[in-house]
Structure formats: structure tokens, C-alpha cells
């Protein structure tokens, strides 16, 4: 069959809009007595490959995605390129504007005039894709973080000094696991780094992005110099593969293995390197400049090193403040100490009391970092608070500023000192004014969780709202009987089961339980055979098992939320505590598809997914997944 349109849809996950696109495009070219084809980027590969027979007689290719789709071979052709959203959204829309003519013909070195003239993605877009290169990095960062800082913790759990040999604390298993901790925490930045340039561009900037993330260790720039490096190295791939991109394909494999490493690394780097050195001359003006408040009045010296230490939490601005604080100590100023310390100590308990106070509104992956913060924050490890700052800078970080603020301004008026360098509360039998210091951290630290849980529900009811919007009921088939396909007797909270071999059993049996099966023996054989092919655990704690058998009487979900997570494996590497299972007849051809689209989109809203992962109620959960909330 030949083709007049042609689509590729692709969204960062490959699990919802990914698919939620192909249908509405598929939709639309039907309504407009069209035939199209959609090639899709979903979670599991690319699927209806588009020939290159079929790309040549095509009239309009329609891209809708927010990821690299390999735009390049449609050179010469007419091409929409659009976001995945207005793919989903304004289908019709394009569909008449293909039918039309009225598109620009796509170039692999497009002028300028050109860009900016037919540019169809909106500013909103750009955010959004930097949000998931961000994010990208930062879900790859936070084991690094913890694993690290709980190790560093557990050894100054046997002395301040004890990794110290010239010490008479020292202990060489504490100096063991003060070395392993240390290699994890030295290893954020770079990763940080790396998984930002290889979700920019993909493979060879993961190699980049790990190396301008160590000149951005190295150099002392911290985590706000990891995201810049991550960016940098992602873009500047990017744009050597723009440059190399009419070189013969028999060197595709030179450009892998030699010019984008290589070239990369040189420009890249460079461009790191020039941007971290001139840090270490800020860096010395800022220590001579916080030196110069240390008996100043309390509460303005309270506020500057609170807000330096929670401004970007162990990069330069922390360290500079820490640094002074340490230089002063050596001087015998312990009182300027004690508030940087308390000021370093805020930032993670904040996050801490913060998933406490608004348990329902983040991600339990997001609640067991909070919870490991308070241990963290504890020891004087500020960085467990990162990846709840990287999520929405512009606020968090500001609220967080407020909380060590406060928690150094009270040290300074309550006149507390402290000796010690580093420790966290393992210092406080040597503090004087031990009692008096715990409270300011806790004011301070009590204070930014309850902010940040507030810009938290905030952020969760707009996204709510935003879904209520543009979800439409989930139901067995488009047609009027509207048939619900999750019932509240299908779901299944807190059940205790211990792998994933036991979900799927659970899950068969009550299929036959529940009447919607009649063999359960072929509906766990179907499901183990999904899982053979690939697992069908996704994000955020969630796998989507789904079956298809003759004996299955008719489309049905069950979900199943379990008391503790198992190994599922997954895209976030996260354990999974949801399944929710999609079983259909064998002849119902393509439906579970639709359904598992219909599913997988409401599964990319994390707000949803946290009331799914939290509430007791079955009917709050049913109406999340028929698309009545969420």
C-alpha cells in the first residue's frame, strides 16, 4: 500500500504519548479519507518501520516527538515536525495541513530563515526536554548520593576523626568506609553529568558527559557544575554530528570510536575547563568576603551563609562557606562554625520532613530518599538534599535557602559553638549549647519541609487538573456502551508476595477467582510468555503485565498493589510495588493495545501515580485509572 502520510511518534518514556499519538493521527487521517502510516518509538523499540520505498513516495511526513527519531532520512521530503503533544492534540490540524501543502521542505542543514519560520515546537516543549535530560541525570545520581552518604555517615558513626590515621580515633574499618562513600559521592557529579549529555545524545555522549563531569568534579564546581557539563557535552555531540552527518556511511564507525570522542572530549572539555578555573579565584573571593561578616550582626550573617549553603548544597558557593568556616576554626572562632554547620545540616532534614508532612504527594521512590535524608543530614551530608532541589530549582532551592537561614540565624543568636568541622550531631558532646542547636536546625529544617510540601501539593493539583482536562474514560472500546473494564473488585491493595513469579500467579488465580477467566493455568503461562519476550515493568514502582487467551472471557484490569516491592526489572531500576494487569481475549485483536496506551498515559502522570501508590481507597483508584481523577 502506498502512502500519502507518513508519522513517527515518540515520547523521553516510549510508554503513553508514544501511542496515544499514533491514534489520534490514525484517527484524524481516517476521518479525512486518507491512508497513513506511524512509525512509533515506544518502550520495548521502533514498530512499524517506515521503508525507505515508503518514505520516498510519500507526500508529508509527520513527526510528533520529543525524542531523536532519526529526522535525517527524510531530507528532501516535506516534514511536520511538532512535539508529541500536538501530535495527541491538534491531529486534525495536521493531518489538514499535510492534505493542504502547506510545509516546508526539510533540510539536514537548514537556514536560519527556515528554522525560525516553520518551527513548530513551543517554548513549553524546550523546558519540558530540558526537564528530562535533567531528570535523566539526576534519577542516575541519586543511588550514588545515598549509597555514598550512608557510608560516610556509618564511619563518623566511630569518630569524627576516626578515618583520620594520625588520630587517636582512628579506625581503619571507619577509614574503609569512609573511602568507599567518598568514591561514591566523587562519582555523582560525573554521572550526573554523563546521563544528561547521553539523554541529549544518547551513546556518545555518555562518554563525553563523564569526563567533562569529572573536570567539573575536579574543579570543584559541584552539582550545578555537573548539570552545565552535562549540557554542554550533549550539545556540542550534537553538533558534531551535525557537522559529520554527509560523511559517507562506511565511516560510521570511524565517527564513533574516533571523532566524536576525540573532538568531543577537546572542545567540550576545553569549554569545562575554562568555565571551572576562574571558579577557584570566585571561590577565594567569596571566602574573603564571608570572613569579613564573622562578627558582624547574627542575623545578617545568618542569612548570608545560610543562603550560600543551601544555594547549590556542596558546590562552590556551599563550599565557600564551609571552607571559611573551617580556616576560621582553625583560628579558634568556633562560633562562626556552628552556624554553617547547622546551615548544611537543614537542606536534607528539610526533605525529610517535608515527604512526612505530604506523604500522599510524592513518589515512594521520593518518600525512602526524604526518610534516608534525615540519617544524611544527621551526619552533615547536605547533598542527599540534590535531587529534590533538582526537580524544581526555582523553587525548592529558594525555600531551602530560607530553612538553613533560619536554622544558622537562631545558631548565632543563641550563641552556640562548635568545634568540629564536620560530624553532624555525632559533634553534640562537644557543643556547647547542644540542646539550643538542635532546636535551630529543627526550626529551620521544619520549617522549609512544610514549603516545600505546599509547592509540592501545589505542583501535584496542577498537574491533576491538567489531566482531568485532557483524559478521557478509560473503557473496554470507543463505541456508546462504554463498558468499565476496572471494577473495585479487581483491586487488590497491601498483598503480601515476595517476587515477581508470585504477582502473576496471584494475579491468575483471581482472574478465574473474578470470572474473567477460565483457565488459570494458560492465563500464568501467557503472562510468563509476555514476560520472556520483555519485562513489563515501566517507572515509578509500576509494571503493566498484560495477557492474551481464548479463555479470557472479556477486556478486564486487575491491580494489585503490593505490601512490599519486588524485583521486576524496570526502566528506573526502582522495585516495583503496582502491577496493574491487562487481560483480553485472544480474538480482540489489537485492543489491549489501546488499553495498555490508555493505561500507560495516565501511569506518566507521577502525581497520579503517587495517589495510586499511597491511597486505601479501591474506588479513589478506580476512578484515577478510568480517568475520573488523577
Known amino acids: 500500500m502506498d502512502y500519502r502520510i507518513l508519522g513517527v511518534t515518540g515520547c523521553p518514556t516510549g510508554i503513553a504519548h508514544t501511542f496515544m499519538a499514533q491514534e489520534a493521527l490514525e484517527k484524524s487521517a481516517e476521518k479525512h479519507g486518507v491512508n497513513i502510516k506511524v512509525e512509533t518509538h515506544g518502550q520495548q523499540g521502533i514498530a512499524n518501520n517506515l521503508t525507505e520505498e515508503e518514505i520516498e513516495k510519500a507526500e508529508v511526513i509527520i513527526v510528533a ?86 557510608m560516610i555517615a556509618v564511619s563518623l558513626m566511630f569518630g569524627i576523626y576516626s578515618s583520620d590515621p594520625s588520630s587517636d580515633q582512628y579506625n581503619e574499618f571507619a577509614a574503609q568506609l569512609n573511602a568507599i562513600g567518598g568514591i561514591a559521592m566523587a562519582l555523582m557529579v560525573p554521572v550526573l553529568s554523563a546521563y544528561i549529555a547521553q539523554s541529549i545524545a544518547n551513546r556518545p555522549g555518555l562518554v563525553i558527559g563523564f569526563i567533562t563531569g569529572m573536570i567539573a568534579f575536579e574543579n570543584g564546581t559541584g552539582f550545578l557544575g555537573g548539570i552545565v557539563s552535562g549540557f554542554i557535552s550533549g550539545l556540542i555531540l550534537i553538533g558534531l554530528g551535525v557537522v559529520f552527518a554527509k560523511l559517507p556511511k562506511q565511516l560510521d564507525g570511524l565517527k564513533s570510536i574516533f571523532l566524536f570522542p576525540v573532538l568531543g572530549i577537546f572542545i567540550a572539555g576545553l569549554i569545562v575547563w575554562w568555565l571551572s578555573v576562574p571558579m577557584e579565584t570566585i571561590n577565594q573571593a567569596m571566602m574573603d568576603f564571608i570572613a569579613s561578616f ?34 576560621l576554626l582553625a583560628e579558634g572562632n568556633i562560633a562562626f562554625m556552628a552556624g554553617v554547620s547547622a546551615a548544611c545540616i537543614a537542606p536534607p ?17 521520593e518518600r525512602s530518599a526524604g526518610l534516608v535524608n534525615f540519617l544524611l543530614g544527621s551526619t552533615h551530608i547536605t547533598e542527599g538534599a540534590i535531587p529534590f532541589a533538582a526537580k524544581r530549582p526555582l523553587t525548592i532551592i529558594p525555600i531551602l535557602m530560607l530553612g538553613s537561614s533560619v536554622a544558622a540565624v537562631l545558631t548565632y543568636l543563641f550563641q552556640v559553638e562548635v568545634p568540629a568541622p564536620h560530624g553532624g550531631f555525632i559533634v553534640l558532646p562537644v557543643v556547647n549549647g547542644a540542646l539550643l542547636w538542635i532546636l535551630a536546625i529543627l526550626v529551620g529544617s521544619v520549617i522549609a519541609g512544610y514549603l516545600m510540601s505546599l509547592d509540592q501539593r501545589k505542583a501535584f493539583n496542577k498537574m491533576k487538573q491538567t489531566n482531568e482536562k485532557e483524559q478521557k474514560p478509560l473503557t ?42 477460565e483457565d488459570k493455568i494458560a492465563v500464568l503461562e501467557g503472562l510468563n510468555k509476555r514476560e520472556e519476550q520483555s519485562s513489563t515493568g515501566m517507572e515509578k514502582g509500576v509494571a503493566i503485565p498484560h495477557v492474551s487467551h481464548q479463555s479470557i472471557k472479556s477486556p478486564n484490569v486487575v491491580v494489585v498493589r503490593l505490601a512490599e516491592g519486588v524485583t521486576w526489572p524496570a526502566l528506573d531500576d526502582e522495585e516495583t510495588t503496582l502491577a496493574i494487569a491487562i487481560l483480553v481475549p485472544e480474538n480482540s485483536g489489537d485492543k489491549h493495545l489501546g488499553i495498555l496506551a490508555n493505561l500507560s498515559r495516565k501511569l506518566m502522570n507521577d502525581d497520579a501515580v503517587r495517589v495510586l501508590q499511597n491511597t486505601n481507597s479501591e474506588e479513589e483508584i478506580k476512578d484515577i485509572l478510568l480517568g475520573g481523577q488523577g
Not at 539536514?108 to 530540558?130: P, Q, V, Y
Request: aromatic share 8%; hydrophobic share 40%.
Open 65 to 150: 516527538a520529543d525524542k531523536n527519531v532519526n529526522i535525517e532520512r527524510f531530507n528532501g521530503k516535506k516534514v511536520i515536525n511538532v512535539s508529541v503533544a500536538k501530535g495527541m492534540k491538534q491531529s486534525d490540524e495536521l493531518i489538514e495541513r499535510a492534505l493542504n501543502g502547506d510545509v516546508s521542505t526539510f533540510r539536514t542543514e537548514r537556514s536560519s530563515e527556515d528554522s525560525d519560520e516553520n518551527n513548530d515546537t513551543e517554548n513549553s516543549s524546550i523546558w519540558r526536554k530540558i526537564y528530562v535530560h535533567l531528570m535523566n541525570g539526576v534519577s542516575h545520581m541519586i543511588p550514588f548520593v545515598v549509597a555514598g552518604g550512608v
Open 476 to 517: 473496554v472500546s470507543d463505541d456508546e456502551s462504554g463498558e468499565e473494564i476496572i471494577k473495585t473488585s479487581g483491586i487488590y491493595l497491601n498483598q503480601d508476595l515476595n517476587d515477581k513469579q508470585s504477582v502473576l500467579e496471584f494475579i491468575a488465580n483471581v482472574a478465574v477467582k473474578d470470572g474473567i477467566a
Open 349 to 365: 532534614l528539610a526533605t525529610g520532613f517535608a515527604v512526612l508532612f505530604g506523604k500522599k504527594y510524592y513518589s515512594q521512590g
Open 294 to 327: 564573622q562578627n558582624s550582626n547574627p542575623i545578617i550573617l545568618g542569612i548570608l551563609i545560610g543562603s550560600m549553603s543551601a544555594f547549590d548544597m556542596g558546590g562552590p558557593v556551599n563550599k565557600a562557606a564551609y571552607v571559611t568556616g573551617t580556616v
